[in-house]
């Protein structure tokens, strides 16, 4: 690009009528980011000196969440795309260079083909220029009419267009850049007089062909990025394309996905080269997965870190820690900083909250651990649990303290707060209220009594 100033215009002050939401359009999730926060993590790259997000239908909404790095201009009323154009431009004050503007329901426009109509446009010396992509002539797209010297005369809208015109296949994807004098020059001479009696963008590169600047359409990109967002089924449509698109890039990058029509990575998350994703995984938000880590099938997992060699099988994570090598699952769940240190293990129907599982700890089976240490090597029995909530001692959580090497047996509850020494046992089904000293043995449970004979007795009693 040339030394050129640019500035990003996004159009997101349509009402987005056809996806029947109380949701603004620009603001459906798509793998963890808005419609609105695709198109904007697409212009990054290009390094805008601004960037204005036009707002208008649900603008309080569709400000709240944009970053404080974009400006926001208010269009009043939905006038058309041309109109939401003339809302910018007291934002545009003062700026001198080339204006990109982008329709916000474009979420699968790529960094390389917004960066491809801005160079055509800088390099070949063009006042405004459309992205034009061939594409199938049924489509209700706008049709980029092209006069001598492969010049564009004007972009007709596919309701206003004639027989000839809608048989063009270079439509209008909805990605322009102009020289700002031209367009501040152009805007206030747009005219609603057309079928959808809106003002339309797209009538400008007419103007400033009229005006003799020289106004150009360059074709680049995929025929997916004609697909703007209007209908819950292109929302899936684009989502289908994103998802596919990120997990090509992990494939790439050397990680193995097997079945990856059933997995769903957002673009937030980091994989290592050498990592494994099995069938219907999920992974969001700040997820890391290391080298050698095996996750899936059936793994949930957010802003959650798994370390090389771990195997997370069939369970759900979110803001936790799973160290090297260590076990997860099937079917375990992991709440916010749940830490296993290398080795551990969290096994079957086991959750644990705010502990820390020490390394070599296991915790296998049927057990619910909150707000807990557990020392390294320490067995935890089947069907364990701390018991941290204790509303007599005030609205926090109690925690329980287990040393290194400690065995409790199968269906203890250990009542926080409460501390395990180095090395203790407990024995099965022990309530355990008291600190249990280093290397004891705790047995806190009914002694049994056997009744000698008793079976024969109740027998008698029943048939007599
Ligand atoms: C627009 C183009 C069409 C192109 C298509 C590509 C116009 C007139 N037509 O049609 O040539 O083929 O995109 O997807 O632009 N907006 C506002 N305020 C308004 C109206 C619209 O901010 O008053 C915004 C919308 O939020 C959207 C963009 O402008 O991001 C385009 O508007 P939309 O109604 O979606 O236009 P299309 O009919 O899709
Ligand atoms: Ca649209």
Sequence with gaps: MTDRQLAVVVLAAGKGTRMKSDLPKVLHPILGRTVLGWVLEAARPLDAARVVVVTGHQADEVEAS???????????????????????????????????????????????????????????????????????????????????????????ESVDATPEQLAVDELNAGVYCFDADVLRGAVPRLSDDNAKGELYITDLLGIAHGDGGRTLGVVAGGPEELLGINTRLDLAEVEAILRRRILE?????????????????????????????????ILRGATRVATGALVGPDAGLHDTVVERGAHVDRSVAREARVGEGALVGPWAYLRPNAELRQGAKAGTFVEIKNSVVGENAKVPHLSYVGDATIGEGTNIGAGNITANYRPELGRGKQRTTIGANVRTGSNSVLVAPVTIGDNAWVGAGSIVVQDVPAGALAVARARQTNIEGYAERVMDGATS
């Design 249 to 281: 890039q992990h494939m790439l990058n050397g990680v193995t996905i097997s079945m990856p029509e059933t997995v769903l990575i957002e673009p937030t998350v980091t994989i290592e080269p050498d990592a494994t994703i099995l069938p219907r995984t």
């Design 66 to 156: 944009l970053p404080e790095s974009v400006t926001t201009a208010r269009q009043v009323q939905q006038r058309g795309s041309g109109d939401a154009v003339a809302a910018a431009l007291p934002a545009l004050e003062g700026f001198t260079g080339d204006v990109l503007v982008v329709n916000g329901d474009g979420a699968l426009f790529t960094t390389e083909t917004m960066r491809a109509v801005v160079e055509g446009h800088q390099s070949r010396g063009s006042v405004a220029t459309a992205l034009a992509i061939r594409g199938d002539v049924a489509l209700p797209y706008g049709r980029v009419i092209r006069g001598a010297d492969d010049v564009v005369d004007a972009i007709v």
